[in-house]
Each structure stands twice: as C-alpha cells, then as structure tokens.
C-alpha cells in the first residue's frame, strides 16, 4: 500500500518562500511519477507539477514556472521509502491553497484521475 504524507505548508507573506515535502513509502518507487496537485476553496483540483523517478524529467503548470522546483530524493537503496520536495518562491496570494501529493505508475501526466495515490494535504496560505 503507497503511503504519502506532506509536510511543510503554513502561512507566508506575498513573495515568500516554502519548502513542501512529501514522504513516500510502501512501494519500489523506481518506476512512479510523483506529483503534487493543488485544490483552493471553491475550484477543482489541480495540477502543479510532477517528476519521473526514474530520470527526474519534470513538468510544471503555466502558473508556478520559474518560482516553484520540484525534485526527488532516496531515503532507501531500494526506491521503497522516497522524498519528492516542492520547492516554493515568489509565492502570491493566488497559490493559496491545500496542496497533495500524488503517485502514479510510470509516466507523468498532468490529469487528477491519473493519479492512484493520494496524501491528506498540506495548507499553503498566501497572506499579508
């Protein structure tokens, strides 16, 4: 069973940094794409950005290009516990919102029901 958990979202002012992590594990997570989707109050779900685990190919939605970084870490030799990190900056009161973590078998796609695995959320509130 993949088990995904967030870490790492809070308050910050316009222009801000945040750093989310997502902790993985319950798989040999060689062969996943990993994502992270955001959801604001009142609209749907939607895609943020997403890496390949096995040669780190990233994809990143129009609207956090060039301010957010995503990017994968091992935590064991054999891909079964993982890190996938969102880095965040220049953030803006429009990037408030909860933000998960996804996983899904071999490539990147950019739709929510792609994606099989799913953590709790983490909140990302934008405000000064």
């Known amino acids: 069973q993949v088990h995904l958990v967030e870490s790492g979202g809070g308050l910050v002012q316009p222009g801000g940094s945040l750093r989310l992590s997502c902790a993985a594990s319950g798989r040999t997570f060689s062969n996943y794409a990993m994502g992270w989707f955001r959801q604001a109050p009142g609209k749907e779900r939607e895609f943020v950005s997403a890496i390949t685990w096995s040669n780190g190919n990233t994809v990143y939605a129009d609207s956090v290009k060039g301010r957010f970084t995503i990017s994968r870490d091992t935590i064991s030799r054999d891909n079964a516990k993982i890190t996938v990190t969102l880095q965040m900056n220049s953030l803006k009161p429009e990037d408030t919102a909860v933000y998960y973590c996804?996983?899904?078998?071999?490539?990147?796609?950019?739709?929510?029901?792609?994606?099989?695995?799913w953590g709790q959320g983490t909140q990302v509130t934008v405000s000064s």
């Open positions: 996804a996983a899904r078998w071999r490539d990147i796609s950019t739709v929510v029901t792609d994606y099989a695995y």
